[in-house]
Structure formats: C-alpha cells, structure tokens
C-alpha cells in the first residue's frame, strides 16, 4: 500500500504535495486519537507529561526555524537564501501549535496543579507543607500564578505567529514585485525579533518545563533551549534538503558547499548545546548546593540510593548520544557532503532531542516515594504518539504552506550568491 | 599539465580562480589531521595534568571534592584541546606549504611580479620525473603557453 503511494507521488511530483500533506494530517490525526486514547488506558497524568514532551519538541523545532531566519536575515547571510525559504514554510506550523497547546491551558484552569502543581496551593509536598507554605513558592508566586501562565503562553504563540507572519508576508511578496524594500523590513524584523524570540523562548521554556520543579533554578535553562531549537531546526533542515534533492527539486541548485555549510552549523551548535548543557551540570555539580543538586539527583538516583534509568539516560543518551556521536560524526568533512551520513545523523539528532526533552519533563512524574517514575514505561507509548501526532500536523502545515510559492525565493537580492556558494 | 602526470608544478594568478584546485588535482589539505591529533594530545594533556597534579604529586581535597574528578578537570582539558588544536593547525600548514620561503628561482624571472597583476603563469620544475626540456617546452605551447622561460635554479 505505502510503496503504491510512493510510486505514485514519484511520477507525479507537482502534485504530490497534497497527496502527501493529505497523510501527513492522516498519521497527526490517528496519532493525537491514540494519545487522547491513552487517557482511559493509562494514569492521565502521564499521559498530559507526554502530551508537554510532544508539543515541547515541536515548538522547539518551529521556533529553531524562526530564529534561524532573523539570524539569517541579521548576518545578511547569502548561502542559506534557498533553505531560509523552507524554513518559511516550516513557520506555518505555530498557529496549530497554539491550538495543540489549548488542552494543557484548558486542564490548569479545570484540574489546577494537574500538570504543573505549584498551580495548586493545596498540593502537598513530599514531606513539607503545601505549595501556599512553600516560601519557595511564595516568593516567585508573582511570575508562576495561573493567570500570569496563561497570559504569558498567549503571548509567546501570539509573538512567533506575527513574526512569522512578517517574516512570510515580506518574503513570499517579493517573489512577486522584486522589491528590495522587503530585505530591508526583514531586517528590522530580524533587529527586534531576535531579543523578542530569544526573550519568549526562555520564558517557555521556564514556565512549561522548568516550572516542573519550581524549586529549581539555572540561568542556563534558556540558552539550552535554544540551542536544541536551534539543533532540531538544522536537522529538520538537512531533512528536508534531502527531500528536495530526491524528489529533484534541488538539483543544480545545491552544491556540495550549502551541504558543508549546513553541516558545519549542525557541528557547531552541537558543540555550544554540549558547553551549555555541561556548564549546566558542572556548576550544580561544583557548587553542592541541595537547593540546585535535588533536580540531577531525582534523575540518577532513588531517594534509597539505588540508581534509576534517568541515570543511564543521561550518561549514554545525553552525554554520548547528544554530543560524543554527533560530534565525531560530524567532524569530518566527507560525512558532510555525504546525503546518506546526514540523513543518519540528522535523524539521530532529532531522536536525541526528544530524549533531552522527556529527561527534562518526564521525571515530574513521581511515585508515592517520590522517585522518578522509570523512561521505560506504558506512557512512553503516548510520548511516541503525542510526538507523531503534533508531527504530523506541522508537517501537515508546512506541506500546505509549500505550493504557495516559488521553490527559492528567486527575487532576493542574494540569491546569485547563494547559487553560486562557495567555500 | 595534470593530465600529463606532472607533480612538482604550480599555477601563478593575479586572483583566486574557483575550481583551479580541481582542474589542477589538487586533493584536500591534510591540515585537519593535524588539527585532530593537536586536540587529541591537548585534551590528554588537560585531563592528566589536572590527574596528576591533583591526585598523585600532592594530593589535596579542595571544597570536599575528589583528588581527581573529570568534571573539573574538563574545563582546562577543553581550553588545552582548542589551543593545541590551533597550534596544530597553524604549525601543520606552515610545515605543510613550506613558509615562510625568502627564495624560489621564479623570482629570477623579470616578469614575475606581474602574476599579481594582470598574467598568468604555469610552473614547472625540472625536478620532476616527467620533465624533459624540450617536450615540456612543445606541451606548454601546445596548451596555449606564450613566453615561455627556462629559469635556473
């Protein structure tokens, strides 16, 4: 059945995308069906937890997109003008974000405390008060109460969707009427879009995921958000490079130095997450401090002492599957120019951030001892189909967006100089 | 000149030519390996030195931590491994293009300085297997060459 499908959107690749975007909303459909199934098999609290890791990535990814075209139209860049483009068409996908999202707004204001409990004042903490005792919780209760949440999540969404709209409108206008005048307003977009994505990207990543554990805090958390978004955005990208190139769209108009250039970038955001996130880890580690160690330890150890999975997730999938593999992988140059190799690796890649992001997420959820509940468990199946099914709706999205227009933004004034990179 | 199996030749331009590396078969430069052995070693070196100090010459608890730890000793690994990566680098391609060179026999050519300029040069040593003065002479011709010199050494 697939392989007829593929035969058939082969021979007819003009048409093909709406016959693919047609599945891909089939797949994000049946997958947030199974999810919303998970709710009467499974506790469903876990499966709102996997509901958060799925939106988190994707968002992650949409916003790496976006952050990656104001750096692009900043820098003035002129090689990446053919994939800034794609990234245009990826935008698209934040105004389903926002809807996808609605649920875990709706369940906080119907259940508070459901998924993120210092919304609820009575929640009892494991052996000290409640959350409105919590001094903790009393001296942040001005920036983490319910209405400033809500508020601030509108915001976010409501920002990303009108710089994206900018961003597309600018761009996709100039294919048209050849205006460099677009250019120009792409770069004031870019001049206060980038504090503006920088800011809401931060304050996200605070109040969905590290608000878990609102005890917590690291003035790291921002910037390695980022530095996934901007990682899970480079490999979507590859991805996508790829596509094109096979379905034939991108032959002669790609060279072995916008492959190099691409993966270059993906080395080197590899090497920032990995500065970051160890910087993370290293000054908790160094510094001692239970107020700061609680958050590593809940996943490395039981509250016993014996070690839990978290453990070995951090170490084989964070440590060596993060950064020890994508960076000797992409230390060299042939791997780079080579389509298959950074298929692999982009894929890997995406799959790591995944599992950065449940490590992030996933160990709220506790048993009656207060341990981390194990990865390996039945809500790791509703991840799964919480990941495929916002998947599909963004890929949905983009692949809606992609028929709209030009291939490459043919009119950019860089445009010669992106077909002709080189190194 | 590539195709006529020559190695010890040149190419003079008055400014960068796109795809001369090609056309001349010229592969890419070994530069990296050194590069990587340079990070190798200083990331060896960081990660000993912290090691060896810490634990074994006088060992010292600082803040109740362990005599050696790689968590703190990767910070001074990790600087080490970026500076013997650059003097690697650095030092592997003056090594490797044999700069700085104060005397080359071209210069004895009156005209040399106009490869910055406006000409075009080809060079090729006589200390190559496929030299013959004559028949290098007609291949030069033959590939469109003009004002061909023979330059002693």
Redesign the interface.
Same mark, same amino acid.
């Given at each position: 059945m697939s392989a007829h499908t593929a035969t058939v959107s082969a021979a007819l690749p003009a048409s093909s995308t709406a016959s693919a975007a047609g599945r891909a909303l089939t797949i994000g459909l049946v997958g947030i069906a199974l999810t919303a199934l998970g709710l009467f098999v499974s506790d469903s609290h876990g499966v709102a937890m996997s509901w958060l890791v799925g939106i988190t990535f994707w968002t992650a990814i949409a916003i790496g997109m976006l952050m990656l075209i104001l750096i692009h139209h900043i820098f003035d860049a002129s090689w990446s003008v053919v994939l800034r483009r794609q990234y245009e068409h990826g935008l698209a996908a934040f105004k389903w974000l926002a809807l996808l999202f609605l649920p875990l707004l709706i369940v906080s204001w119907l259940k508070p405390g459901f998924i993120w409990n210092w919304m609820d004042l009575n929640h009892e903490l494991h052996g000290h008060g409640t959350v409105g005792t919590d001094v903790l919780y009393l001296k942040k209760a001005s920036f983490l109460n319910p209405g400033m949440f809500t508020g601030m999540t509108v915001f976010f969404f409501l920002s990303w969707m009108w710089l994206a709209a900018r961003l597309r409108k600018a761009s996709f206008t100039q294919d048209a009427d050849g205006s460099v005048g677009w250019t120009h307003v792409n770069r004031k977009t870019a001049a206060f879009g980038l504090p503006l994505g920088a800011l809401t990207l931060t304050f996200a990543a605070i109040y969905w995921v590290k608000s878990l554990e609102y005890h917590w805090f690291s003035t790291m958390y921002g910037v390695w958000f980022f530095a996934n978004c901007v990682r899970g955005a480079l490999a979507v990208g590859v991805l996508i490079m790829l596509w094109l190139w096979a379905r034939g769209d991108y032959k002669g108009i790609l060279n072995n130095n916008h492959w190099h250039s691409i993966g270059q970038l993906s080395f080197a955001f590899t090497v920032f997450w990995a500065y970051v996130t160890?910087s993370q880890y290293?000054l908790i580690? !160094?510094a !001692?401090i239970p107020e700061e160690t609680f958050w590593y330890n809940l996943r490395e150890i039981n509250a016993d002492g014996s070690p839990n999975q978290w453990k070995y997730v951090g170490i084989i999938g964070i440590l060596f599957g993060h950064f020890v593999v994508p960076f000797l992988f992409l230390?060299s140059?042939k791997h780079k120019l080579n389509h298959g190799k950074m298929r692999f690796i982009s894929i890997w890649i995406l799959a790591v951030i995944l599992l950065d992001i449940c490590y992030n997420i996933l160990p709220a959820l506790k048993d009656v001892h207060g341990n981390a509940l194990p990865l390996f468990n039945l809500n790791l199946l509703w991840t799964l189909t919480a990941v495929v099914g916002i998947g599909g709706v963004c890929v949905w999205a983009y692949l809606r967006s992609f028929p709209t227009t030009k291939l490459i933004p043919i009119r950019d004034p860089r445009i010669g100089e992106c077909l002709t990179h080189?190194e | 000149m590539r195709d006529a199996g020559f190695k010890h030749w040149d190419c003079i331009t008055p400014f960068p030519v796109?795809g001369l590396d090609k056309a001349m078969g010229v592969k890419?430069s070994i530069v =990296?390996r050194f590069s990587?052995a340079g990070g190798i070693l200083g990331f060896c070196t960081g990660m000993s030195l912290i090691w060896w100090t810490g634990a074994v010459d006088y060992p010292l608890i600082v803040?109740?931590?362990p005599y050696f730890s790689p968590? &703190?000793a &990767? =910070?001074v690994a990790y600087e080490l491994t970026i500076l013997f990566t650059a003097f690697a680098t650095i030092g592997g391609m003056f090594f490797l293009n044999g700069l700085p060179k104060h005397y080359h026999p071209v210069l004895k050519y009156d005209q040399i300085k106009r490869g910055m300029d406006d000409l075009f040069f080809i060079v090729i040593e006589s200390r190559d297997p496929r030299f013959h003065a004559t028949n290098t002479r007609t291949l030069l011709e033959k590939a469109g060459g003009t004002q061909i010199q023979e330059l002693e050494a």
């Open positions: 160890f290293f580690w !160094n !001692n230390l140059y080189h | 796109h890419r =990296p990587l803040g109740g931590k968590m &703190f &990767f =910070p």
